[in-house]
């Protein structure tokens, strides 16, 4: 109580000058409040027939009216991916492109300018960028390709360190400034070699693309993934994290894995993860065995390895065949009269 009113005298006695300047250091309530936001939303769950089915092939979720979420159904790409789109004030941001390129089967670009339309008719300018590489999160880039007022950051690592300007790649973080929102970048390399995770101060969404999501983690480099989840877990530990949101759904609602390629996603597993789960990852990914292993509701494996391993195993059973065939050969040779 003492050091209270002791405070409050100091205060009261300080030129504006100063008050003006501890300001900059306390934030203000209107300042450190998060937006929130709805993820009360059931995603179209494709079909076992998509020849009859009539679900439209993007699906819109408004999480608030600055942030959206993106989905293409299960019947235009098996893959499913999740885009997210951003608005600040003087700009939009938009995560991930998907796995369609033709506008005719995936109205991407139109839907996504119709969101970011103004009363004015003018056009927020849009930023596309990604969380990685593979196809199914940027086919999607060639429908905004000839538009004004929009710009494409390249995927391969080269492209992602130099627009962030990440010099001591993995290391460090990166800001796009949006207009009154500000997006953290932190590199989340292992699934691929240049992949980034989003943090959006403004929601504490935090956008994990396939580095983290429900289902399979692909880790093809599991030492770079694991720094990765140590990364990230020391980012997230002292700030609020509302969901972590990845770029797929694997599972459904009992934790089971989805068949693989199948088009129609009953009972799905929600989105959205938690800041414990983020928090758990570094133990989770500790626990791969380089080549397939679970933990929880996680499969975790290397893609690369299995492929090899399949090769192998291949050519170890082509070699077996002939073998097989020269002894057959040999001994009917044998067997013929001379
Ligand atoms: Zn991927
Ligand atoms: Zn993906």
Redesign the pocket.
């Known amino acids: 109580m003492k050091n209270r009113k002791r405070l409050r005298e100091t205060i009261a006695k300080a030129s504006p000058a100063v008050l003006a300047a501890a300001s900059l250091f306390t934030p203000s309530p209107a300042r450190s409040q998060l937006l929130p936001g709805s993820m009360d939303v059931h995603w179209n769950e494709g079909a076992s027939d998509c020849a009859a089915s009539s679900q439209p092939p993007l699906q819109v979720h408004s999480y608030n009216s600055t942030t959206f979420i993106l989905r293409e159904n299960p019947c235009a790409t098996a893959e499913a991916p999740f885009m997210y789109l951003l608005i600040g004030s003087t700009k939009a941001l938009l995560i991930d492109t998907g796995d369609v390129s033709d506008a005719k089967k995936m109205p991407l670009a139109e839907t996504v300018l119709g969101l970011l339309s103004r009363p004015d008719h003018s056009q927020l300018p849009l930023l596309i960028v990604h969380t990685?590489g593979?196809l199914?999160?940027r086919l999607g880039d060639s429908q905004f390709a000839h538009l004004s007022e929009v710009q494409i950051v390249g995927t391969d690592l080269a492209h992602v360190r130099q627009y962030f300007g990440f010099s001591d790649w993995p290391n460090g973080l990166a800001q796009v400034d949006l207009g009154d929102r500000t997006i953290d970048v932190i590199p989340t390399p292992g699934?691929?070699p240049s992949h980034v995770s989003y943090y959006d101060r403004q929601t504490a969404l935090f956008f994990s693309?396939?580095f983290f999501l429900p289902g399979h983690l692909?880790i093809d480099d599991a030492k770079a993934d694991l720094a990765s989840a140590n990364r990230v877990a020391d980012f997230i530990r002292n700030r609020p994290a509302a969901y972590v949101l990845g770029?797929h759904i694997e599972l459904n609602s009992d934790g089971e894995m989805l068949p693989l390629g199948s088009q129609y996603h009953p009972r799905e597993h929600v989105l959205q993860l938690t800041k414990q789960d983020l928090l758990a990852l570094p133990a989770v990914v500790s626990s791969f065995n380089g080549f397939y292993s679970t933990n929880g509701i996680f499969v975790l494996y290397s893609q690369t390895r299995i492929l090899l391993a399949l090769a192998f195993a291949f050519i170890v059973f082509l070699t077996a065949i002939g073998i097989l065939l020269r002894r057959v050969i040999r001994r009917r040779k044998q067997r013929l009269p001379h």
Request: glycine content about 20%; aromatic content about 10%; proline content about 0%.
């Open positions: 990685h593979h199914d999160h699934h691929y693309g396939d692909i770029g």
